[in-house]
Nanobody, 116 residues
Framework: QVQLVESGGGLVQPGGSLRLSCAAS????????MGWYRQAPEKQRELVAT???????YYADSVKGRFAISRDNAKNTLYLQMNSLKPEDTGVYYCNAFISVNLQYWGQGTQVTVSS
């Protein structure tokens, strides 16, 4: 059983920055694929960024050049640095650990609100 705990959300003005963290525990082995998703009000959850243990990363087109995903394997922590935030970035951000097609874990989510 993997537990994921997100932190770092909050209220920020347009153009501002936030750094999200996701602390993972309970995994006997390293988690190969981890990512961040977000869900805006009345919208479906969408993939924001993915990090593989090999170092490969993936970003949604809407956040390329503004967000950076990274991980500290020694601390079992995943990060999402978000810069140049826009109102459309508002939503609940979820950390995800993908184990297999039939098994993945989610954090409880952290609210990010971008508003003046």
């Amino acid at each position: 059983q993997v537990q994921l705990v997100e932190s770092g959300g909050g209220l920020v003005q347009p153009g501002g920055s936030l750094r999200l963290s996701c602390a993972a525990s309970g995994s006997r082995f390293g988690i190969n694929v981890m990512g961040w998703y977000r869900q805006a009000p009345e919208k479906q959850r969408e993939l924001v960024a993915t990090s593989l243990s090999s170092g490969t990363t993936y970003y949604a087109d809407s956040v390329k050049g503004r967000f950076a995903i990274s991980r500290d394997n020694a601390k079992n922590t995943l990060y999402l640095q978000m810069n140049s935030l826009k109102p459309e970035d508002t939503g609940v951000y979820y950390c995800n650990a993908f184990i297999s097609v039939n098994l993945q874990y989610w954090g409880q989510g952290t609210q990010v609100t971008v508003s003046s």
